[in-house]
């Protein structure tokens, strides 16, 4: 229905004088079909749809008897510009820490591991007794020696009721020593193999 449609959208982006040509392609294309056509006496659009496309000056019809009182204008918008709040912000340092309650009153604590633990090793120490008491921090006794802890790290330790630790403060890991076979076997009686190791047979194996 557009004759030579390449060359006439080509001459329509041009007069634009825009280098984003992509912007105004659909308002071009707006204008083609809705270009009077003297020979035809009707638009592109016309034929296609049956009535003509509705251009962008024709959706907003001004009245005449709006007349526009420029002091209540800005009064109102003031009044509105005043109610609008700012959005609060995100606060990344008010992370609150959970405080056991009995950890004023405990004697024993157990004190969290400050760098990264294995698998299988329980991420608590202790439990050690507690020194002094501070709003902020413990003072502990850690391995023989007064260190000062903050609560964060801190849980209370529920003992038995003679108020001795549950479990060593410090657990030395040490090699465990070949016991000697409490058969009451002489080791000249005992088995031994070709290289000379000795066998040793459990009680419940023996006949």
Same mark, same amino acid.
């Given at each position: 229905?557009?004759?030579? *449609?390449?060359?006439?959208?080509?001459?329509?982006?041009?007069? $634009?004088?825009?280098? $984003? &040509?992509?912007?105004? *392609?659909?308002?071009?294309?707006?204008?083609?079909?809705?270009? &009077?056509?003297?020979?035809?006496?009707?638009?592109?659009?016309?034929? =296609?749809?049956?009535?003509?496309?509705?251009?962008?000056?024709?959706?907003? /019809?001004?009245?005449?008897?709006?007349?526009?009182?420029?002091?209540?204008?800005?009064?109102?918008?003031?009044?509105?510009?005043?109610?609008?709040?700012?959005?609060?912000?995100? &606060?990344?340092?008010?992370?609150?820490?959970?405080?056991?309650?009995?950890?004023?009153?405990?004697?024993?604590?157990?004190?969290?591991?400050?760098?990264?633990?294995?698998?299988?090793?329980?991420?608590?120490?202790?439990?050690?007794?507690?020194?002094?008491?501070?709003?902020?921090?413990?003072?502990?006794? =850690?391995?023989?020696?007064?260190?000062?802890?903050?609560?964060?790290?801190?849980?209370?330790?529920?003992? $038995?009721?003679?108020?001795?630790?549950?479990?060593?403060?410090?657990?030395?890991?040490?090699?465990?020593?070949?016991?000697?076979?409490?058969?009451?076997?002489?080791?000249?009686?005992?088995?031994?193999?070709?290289?000379?190791? /000795? /066998?040793?047979?459990?009680?419940?194996?023996?006949?």
């Amino acid at each position: 229905m557009v004759e030579r *449609l390449h060359r006439q959208i080509k001459t329509a982006i041009r007069c $634009h004088n825009n280098p $984003h &040509w992509t912007e105004i *392609l659909p308002l071009v294309l707006l204008g083609i079909r809705s270009a &009077w056509k003297e020979d035809l006496k009707t638009s592109t659009a016309e034929l =296609v749809y049956g009535e003509p496309l509705r251009l962008p000056g024709e959706f907003f /019809v001004p009245s005449p008897d709006f007349t526009a009182d420029i002091k209540d204008f800005a009064s109102r918008l003031r009044r509105h510009m005043a109610n609008l709040t700012p959005r609060p912000a995100t &606060w990344h340092g008010t992370k609150t820490f959970y405080i056991p309650k009995d950890l004023q009153t405990a004697e024993y604590v157990f004190l969290r591991q400050g760098t990264a633990t294995p698998p299988l090793e329980p991420p608590y120490s202790g439990p050690y007794k507690v020194l002094e008491r501070v709003p902020k921090t413990f003072k502990l006794i =850690v391995k023989g020696t007064e260190s000062t802890v903050t609560i964060d790290r801190l849980k209370p330790a529920y003992l $038995h009721s003679n108020g001795s630790p549950a479990y060593p403060e410090e657990i030395t890991h040490t090699e465990k020593e070949a016991q000697a076979p409490t058969t009451g076997q002489s080791e000249s009686t005992l088995k031994k193999t070709n290289s000379g190791r /000795v /066998v040793r047979f459990l009680d419940y194996y023996r006949p």
